[in-house]
């Protein structure tokens, strides 16, 4: 049985592999179209600020991302070139994959499956660009001693996505260490864009534990508004989707101006609950929101503990 499952295993990145090589050609001519958009005036102009909607494109991002942080260290002229990410799966689609191939930023990435990073480590790509893995399952007790190992000071990006704890694991963060320029926010939207609430601190959190839909985790952009402004941060935006909110430092309000939540709500539309039995219902946003009504939900504000 054991070397049964190390077969198996072993296949399992051979095959991932191969998917790899075979999406190279691919990833190459979206770059290629990226890199063409971004040569255009229209893409470039920021003399007047416009919506983030209309810099989106994905090469790797799963939604728009990729051409929304384009646009930002074009703009705002990043100069710390180093980014942090966190809850990358096997790094395929992710918001940080294109910079650090395109803009060949060094990069930190955290995963919480070995399998995931291993498959990454395995990629022939990761030899060619400065990228660090880390696999460990995020907590607030031991977060600034895993960004430690990344040897990073003063960040050009921060990308929290963890479907789970984001909103207690960056209020856990040593800013003013890492200090991004940029940082984006994984907000649940079922949530609303009213109420300051998250999901109750659990340091072991998964969200599919918590609530078979997998509707019930992470925090309202209005919590995360609230949290970053502390820090030193304002609401610029978030991507069309309806899951990232973006955030810059107090400094750079002299050139993007800031955003309220009403500015930059987006109710998701994908259809991504389950059913108790893991299976997607491709059901509505509402039918969602509804599926995690009654659930404890922590309210910043006045500090207690809350039905959604």
Same mark, same amino acid.
């Given at each position: ?63 728009? $991302? ?127 864009? $009213? ?111 809350? $039905?959604?």
């Amino acid at each position: 049985m054991k070397f049964r499952t190390i077969i198996k295993n072993k296949l399992s990145l051979i095959v991932n592999y191969l998917k790899w090589i075979n999406l190279d050609w691919e990833d190459r001519s979206l770059s290629l179209q990226a890199r063409l958009l971004m040569s255009s005036d229209l893409w470039r102009n920021h003399e007047k600020y416009l919506d983030l909607f209309s810099k989106e494109f994905r090469v790797f991002s799963q939604w728009g $991302d990729d051409g929304i942080i384009q646009y930002l260290i074009y703009a705002l002229n990043i100069q710390n070139k180093k980014f942090i990410e966190f809850g990358v799966g096997n790094y395929y689609e992710s918001n940080t994959h294109f910079l650090l191939i395109n803009n060949n930023w060094s990069g930190f990435v955290i995963d919480g499956s070995q399998k995931c990073t291993d498959i990454l480590k395995n990629n022939s790509f990761f030899w060619r660009y400065d990228l660090n893995i880390k696999t460990a399952f995020i907590n607030k007790d031991n977060i600034n001693e895993i960004l430690n190992e990344s040897n990073f000071e003063k960040v050009g990006l921060l990308h929290i996505d963890l479907d789970g704890n984001d909103y207690w694991i960056l209020d856990a963060i040593d800013m003013d260490k890492y200090s991004p320029d940029i940082l984006i926010l994984e907000y649940n939207s079922n949530f609303g864009p $009213d109420r300051a609430i998250t999901v109750p601190y659990d340091s072991v959190f998964s969200s599919l534990e918590a609530h078979h839909s997998g509707q019930y985790f992470g925090a309202s952009i209005a919590a995360l508004e609230n949290l970053a402004k502390k820090k030193g941060y304002y609401l610029i935006g978030s991507n069309s989707s309806g899951n990232n909110a973006y955030f810059l430092k107090n400094n750079f309000l002299n050139l993007i101006p800031s955003k309220n939540i009403s500015e930059c709500f987006v109710s998701a539309k994908f259809r991504d609950e389950r059913d108790i039995n893991g299976k997607l219902l491709f059901s509505s946003r509402q039918s969602c929101i509804n599926s995690i009504r009654g659930m404890p939900v922590f309210n910043i504000e006045t500090g207690e503990i809350e $039905d959604f």
